[in-house]
């Protein structure tokens, strides 16, 4: 039971460090075009 007081809090801290990353991601612009890569792929003759 006592290593639930160290597995919860580690476990919010690495979501919360993904969350950033995924918000941070999502404001430099990675997730603006999501079309023109699938595109890409068949004109690269």
């Known amino acids: 039971m006592s290593v639930l007081y160290i597995a919860v ?3 919010v801290v690495i979501a919360g460090a993904f969350l950033a990353g995924f918000i941070w991601s999502v404001r430099r612009g990675q997730y603006d075009d999501v079309e023109t ?8 003759d």
């Open 9 to 11: 809090p580690l476990a």
């Open 37 to 44: 890569p699938a595109h890409r792929m068949l004109d690269d």
